[in-house]
């Protein structure tokens, strides 16, 4: 999960090796995402999330479709 | 405190996460019972160890190596693992801070700015998600 100048430099990387490009989005759904996840990781009551509620998160935040699915 | 917040705070505190032995004797427990909570903990993904060790690797968000990717929150710099953990990091501490990293493609640095929990003006730059979330724990490193 890595942080691009742009789409652009997204899709030359990826053919320079090889690879299909993932999912590509904004830092502001990258903050959603880490704030949500993440900002009660210091806390003695954190709780991992089921995959169940990873993927609602996902969902609530615009993440959607198959690349944002836990199961195979 | 529970074996997991104390490898955290460590890392945080001293920018090394702790072996078993230190764990041990700083919470007094028995060795074998905090081996034993670093695999259940490995497990779960909250920490990653160096395979075939009981060595912490990463502490989500955290790292306990040098990576491309340094948070820095009150002054003080903590690397994480990828663009999701450095801005979960600051999102950790506190909602205030920093995040450097490099472009992979070019090499030019870019900075995403946290202020009391939000994006500071319009940082440049697009995240990448190559691996698809099914496949996140199949090579750590790699995602």
């Known amino acids: ?72 | 405190m529970d074996v997991r917040l104390h490898v955290m705070r460590t890392l945080l505190d001293t920018g090394r996460a702790p072996t078993v032995p230190e764990t041990a004797e700083g919470l007094g427990l028995d060795v074998d019972e905090v081996s034993g909570r670093y695999r259940e903990l490995a497990e779960s993904h909250a920490i990653e160890l160096r395979p075939g060790t009981l060595e912490i690797w990463m502490a989500h968000p955290l790292s306990a190596e040098p990576t491309p990717f340094v948070a820095t929150v009150d002054g003080r710099d903590h690397f994480a693992n990828c663009i999701w953990d450095g801005l979960g990091t600051v999102a950790m501490l506190g909602g205030t801070g920093s995040v450097r990293t490099a472009c992979p493609d070019c090499d030019d640095s870019l900075q995403a700015d946290v202020v009391q929990r939000e994006l500071a003006g319009e940082p440049e730059g697009v995240v990448h998600f190559a691996i698809p979330a099914s496949r996140w724990y199949d090579d750590i490193g790699d995602t």
Do not use: K, N
């Open chain 1, 1 to 72: 999960m890595q942080l691009f100048r742009s789409e652009e430099h997204v899709r030359r990387w990826c053919e320079e090796r090889g690879r299909e490009p993932g999912a590509v989005f904004g830092l502001d759904r990258m903050w959603s995402l880490a704030d949500a996840w993440y900002h009660d990781r210091l806390s003695e009551d954190f709780r991992r999330r089921t995959p169940d509620e990873a993927e609602a998160l996902f969902d609530s935040i615009g993440l959607t479709g198959d690349a944002w699915r836990l199961s195979r």
